[in-house]
């Protein structure tokens, strides 16, 4: 088991940047990929990014391609989405997910462990 708490989300207007926070607790933290999923009103959980066990191998949406960032500290057992330029598409609640599986996937339902989620508004 691991548990995942969000924190960092808010109100920001178009072309600001906010970095969403990702702590980890239970079992060893280094030993999921981890990602990021959003999902707005009346829309399915889109993938976001995602960052191997080592942090070595990422992957984003071609949406987020190049204005967000993610990263982990696995000493800290934290992961975060540096999210710059922001546009009110990107308004969602944004969810942090661990996977235990060997490789680094996009598809919400091969991940196990999920954070309650946090809210990310972008006003125009």
């Known amino acids: 088991q691991v548990q995942l708490v969000e924190s960092g989300g808010g109100l920001v207007q178009a072309g600001g940047s906010l970095r969403l926070s990702c702590a980890a607790s239970g079992r060893t933290f280094s030993s999921f990929n981890v990602g990021w999923f959003r999902q707005a009103p009346g829309k399915e959980r889109e993938f976001v990014a995602v960052i191997s066990k080592t942090g070595s191998s990422t992957r984003y949406s071609e949406s987020v391609k190049g204005r967000f960032t993610i990263s982990r500290d696995n000493a800290k057992n934290t992961m975060y989405l540096q999210m710059n330029s922001l546009k009110p598409d990107d308004t969602a609640v944004y969810y942090c997910?661990?996977?235990?599986?060997?490789?680094?996937?996009?598809?919400?339902?091969?991940?196990?462990?999920w954070g309650q989620g946090t809210q990310v508004t972008v006003s125009s």
């Open positions: 997910a661990a996977d235990p599986s060997w490789i680094i996937t996009t598809t919400p339902a091969t991940y196990n462990y």
